[in-house]
């Protein structure tokens, strides 16, 4: 009953979590925010314009300044890595000022670009870029009545096929000073832009503003790209809490979604309870085998028959354990706050590490595995589990960025990106699967409770209704009901423009997530070996992979109105990969829940 009071004590400490509401996670930068000085230039960078996952360099993708079309990104390996660029600024921006109109500057727009830049506009392109390395964006309100940033601006608007209003930018600043009561010094603390049209800065129009810069289809046009600056009263936001505004917490739906989920688990876990208690406590004399019992107790001898192809079997095992130590280790990281959006590209680049070096589980899972399932190749064993999945993972990435590639997108992978990935496979994950491989093949096999018999048993027939595959398809839906709302919440970065403070949420629903796949499991292997059926291997991983189905539909369905033209291929191959790595995940971890549940019922059995 172990295994009962690790649940209930997970079960209670994700209550508490649940009924206190804890989700004030602190957003850890690498770079401290600057001090400046009335006046002072404001450190600024361009970044890219998005529409959904499309994005392209800020002065390529629309002709804000056709001399800096062909400029190189500056920034770091990793904040490249996160498909982002940093450009010379386009907008002069001061300290402490405020302006109501100036031009940053002039360009004369052919037909052609007219068109182009039309055609963008009706994309709903939006344009990004940072200022004190904080990303700019809209003011919005948020459902607990506070106010969050949308990230970027839309850089114009279209009422029909034939015309566009171009966008120019109103900057709103908040300072803090940096010494209480003095203006010698002051930290940015919030920045936010409001889309505005105009033709150019004109004193006869209220504010210096005139009338909306429109472009029509097929006609030149000169645009001014002016800018005005405001500034808020002081703050007494700390300069490491300016991060906060980022992230709006929507509190009705995750409790909504974590107490359903915890709800589901309770059911399962007493379900499970039951079945353990009936084998354990219900009645002594269960224990003995006796002639002529059916049932699980029957096929004692044949239980821990080994499966069929346990060579590809302990491979998937060892794969997949790699997967979910890499997700436990990073899901560690992202409730410490150090994969948020104010450190670019470190989700991605701790991603690479951890996968790579976890090698090192994998290579042992996978030995261990294949030992006690009576292998004896076990030099093919290491190099396989090193080689053949990673690589097959690797070269379906690389298609999914054909399409990234061929568009000239932002986010595609340079070489420099790709030859990363590459030797961090080649000199680092396999490498350390070797070696982990190398140092427990000498280890004796895990032990069964029974030895299997040579003759096989025959398994009586079932009706389809019965099938074990079938039930793990639609009980694999639970998993799936517990960690949908968190799904949700980590696609809308990539196409709503705002992140969600989830990681408290997302930490509750990945472990309640993970308690639902092992106990389904057990409970449908109990009703598989009770029906006197043994094979309950290769269904202990291809039934908890059934909950990637769900994913890979769902991920479909929400991206689909989403992606039309440009990333289709790209975000089919997105979600595929997504839902092949879940399921390498979630089969290891089922299995060996089941593996522990297996040996645990049958070491209570012996003979009279």
């Known amino acids: 009953m172990t295994l009962i009071r690790w649940v209930v004590a997970i079960l209670f400490l994700v209550s508490v979590l649940i009924q206190c509401q804890i989700t004030e996670a602190r957003y850890l930068s690498p770079s401290n925010p600057e001090k400046y000085s009335t006046s002072q230039d404001l450190r600024l960078k361009m970044n890219k314009l998005t529409s959904n996952l499309k994005s392209y360099p800020y002065y390529k993708g629309a002709p804000y300044n056709t001399d800096l079309a062909d400029e190189k990104s500056e920034g770091s390996f990793a904040f490249k890595l996160s498909g982002n660029g940093q450009y010379t600024a386009m907008y002069p921006l001061k300290a402490m000022y405020s302006n109501e109109c100036l031009e940053a500057s002039h360009t004369k727009l052919t037909a052609d670009q007219v068109n182009d830049f039309i055609d963008l506009i009706k994309d709903q392109y939006r344009a990004h870029f940072y200022v004190d390395g904080l990303p700019i964006g809209e003011l919005k309100p948020s459902s607990n009545g506070g106010q969050y940033i949308l990230l970027g601006y839309p850089i114009g608007f279209t009422s029909t096929d034939e015309n566009g209003t171009v966008i120019n930018v109103e900057f709103w600043f908040q300072y803090k000073q940096v010494i209480p009561n003095s203006d010698d010094l002051f930290y940015l603390i919030h920045v936010s832009v409001t889309p505005r049209s105009f033709i150019g800065c004109n004193t006869q129009y209220p504010n210096g503003m005139s009338k909306p810069m429109e472009l029509f289809r097929d006609t030149a046009a000169n645009v001014s790209w002016t800018y005005s600056t405001n500034r808020y009263n002081s ?91 890499s997700s436990f280790m990073l899901m560690l990281f992202y409730v410490a706050g150090l994969l948020s959006i104010s450190n670019p ?45 990673p690589l097959i993972l690797l070269i379906l990435i690389f298609i999914s960025k054909f399409q990234l590639w061929s568009n000239h997108y932002l986010s595609a992978p340079s070489a420099t990106e790709v030859i990363f990935v590459i030797c961090m496979w080649l000199f680092v994950s396999i490498p350390t699967s070797l070696l982990s491989s190398y140092f427990v093949n000498t280890w004796p096999p895990a032990e069964y409770p029974f030895k299997p018999n040579h003759i ?84 202990s991983i291809l039934g908890p992979a059934c909950t990637s189905i769900y994913i890979f539909i769902y991920l479909l369905v929400y991206g689909y109105p989403r992606v039309l033209g440009g990333t289709g291929f790209y975000y089919f191959m997105y979600s595929f990969i997504i839902s092949l790595f879940s399921a390498l995940f979630f089969s290891s971890i089922g299995f060996l829940g089941n593996l522990w549940f297996v040996k645990k019922i049958y070491s209570t059995l012996h003979f009279e």
């Open 456 to 539: 096989p048993r025959l398994i009586p027939k079932a009706v389809w209704y019965t099938n074990h595959y079938f039930h793990s398809l639609i009980f694999g839906f639970l998993p799936f009901a517990v960690i949908f709302a968190q799904i949700n919440f980590e696609l809308d970065p990539i196409f709503n423009n705002f992140h969600v403070n989830n990681s408290y949420d997302l930490c509750i629903a990945f472990i309640l997530m993970i308690i639902n796949i092992i106990v389904i499991n057990m409970l449908i292997t109990y009703y598989q070996l009770s029906r006197e059926d043994y094979n309950w291997w290769w269904r």
């Open 235 to 325: 703050t007494d936001v700390n300069p490491e809490d300016r991060w906060d505004i980022y992230y709006p917490h929507a509190v009705a739906i995750e409790s909504t979604s974590a107490v359903i989920g915890f709800l589901i688990t309770v059911v399962e876990c007493l379900f499970l309870a039951l079945v353990l208690w009936k084998i354990f406590r219900g009645n002594e004399s269960l224990g003995f085998i006796q002639l002529g019992d059916s049932g699980w107790k029957s096929i004692y001898a044949d239980v821990f028959r080994s499966p069929n192809r346990y060579m590809t079997f302990s491979i998937l095992i060892g794969t997949g354990m790699q997967i979910a130590v």
């Open 345 to 389: 590209g470190s989700f991605r680049l701790a991603l690479i590490l951890i996968f790579a070096f976890c090698g090192l589980f994998s290579g042992y899972a996978s030995m261990r595995t294949y030992i006690m399932l009576g292998g004896s190749r076990k030099r093919h064993n290491a190099l396989l589990n090193a080689t053949l999945i």
